[in-house]
């Protein structure tokens, strides 16, 4: 049984004009993590956050899928049921390049929260401070995006698919963050082979079986066709 197990991360989308956040210019050399990125940032100023997830919202929303997620895409059409993709990504460029049922671990842009019952909608491509929610009527309205220090979501279902993975490969992450960053050794205990591809060696590449070093857009095309061609 084959189970590829995919985790991405900001690298894969800088080549679709999205920023990243710890290359060179990237977002947290232009925003501070604390004031946009934290419960407690949304607290203090939460005129600031909606501004900065509108401005990402609206790249986002502009941005075309690039070889990169086309080429997961079909991976995921020629091998039905066994590819699946974690993102740390809030963009929807996976979807947009064809992939299904991928797992946004950190939240997705385009999607809304209310921080009082919970119930999540399709965000306006414009949210402002004490935006209602429909359910309950609260001025309670977030970005439906995971903060530092919040829990990501749906850990358990990426425990499980780690846990049954022959194949483990992340595309575009530095290896920072966790959770994210310490899934290749779950998935390396449960005996699959591991691979990264990233245009530099990120902060886990001991963790990992093999490296592939590169533009998303060459080296996951590449890698997609040698797992197609085994
Ligand atoms: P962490 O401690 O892994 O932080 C990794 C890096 O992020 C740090 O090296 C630092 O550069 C930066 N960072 C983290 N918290 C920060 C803060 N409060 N202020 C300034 N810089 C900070 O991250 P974490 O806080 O342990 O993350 C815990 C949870 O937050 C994890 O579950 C993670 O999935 C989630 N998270 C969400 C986002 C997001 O913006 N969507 C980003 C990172 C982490
Ligand atoms: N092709 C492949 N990799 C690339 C490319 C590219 N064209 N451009 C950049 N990269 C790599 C960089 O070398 C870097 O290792 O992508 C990685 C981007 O790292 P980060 O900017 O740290 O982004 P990411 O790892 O996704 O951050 C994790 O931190 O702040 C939070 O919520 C945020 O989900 C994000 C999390």
Not at 172 to 197: I, K, N, R, W
Request: hydrophobic share 45%; net charge negative.
């Amino acid at each position: 049984m084959t189970k590829i197990v995919i985790l991405t991360g900001a690298g894969i989308s800088a080549e679709s004009g999205m920023g990243t956040f710890r290359d060179e210019g990237g977002l947290w050399a232009q925003m501070r993590i604390e004031d946009v990125a934290t419960p407690e940032g949304f607290a203090r100023d939460p005129a600031l956050v909606h501004d900065f997830y509108n401005k990402r919202r609206a790249a986002a929303a502009r941005a075309l899928p690039n070889a990169a997620h086309e080429a997961l895409a079909r991976l995921q059409r020629e091998w039905p049921g066994e590819v699946v993709i974690v993102t740390q990504n809030v963009d929807a460029l996976h979807e947009k390049g064809g992939a299904t049922g991928v797992i946004h671990m950190h939240g997705e842009l385009a999607r809304a929260l209310c921080a009082l019952c919970g119930n999540r909608w399709d965000a306006p491509e414009v949210m402002v401070v004490g935006e209602r929610c429909p359910q309950c009527g609260g001025p309670t309205a977030r970005p439906d995006v995971v903060w530092f220090g919040e829990m990501p979501y749906r850990m358990d279902e990426i425990y499980t698919h780690l846990a049954e993975a022959t194949v483990f490969a992340s595309i575009g992450t530095s290896g920072q963050v966790y959770p994210a960053a310490a899934f290749v050794m779950e998935a390396a205990e449960a005996g699959a082979h591991t691979v990264e591809l990233n245009l530099e060696p990120s902060a886990v590449v001991s963790d990992f079986a093999e490296t592939r070093f590169g533009k998303a857009t060459e080296v996951v095309p590449a890698w997609v066709e040698d797992m197609l061609r085994r």
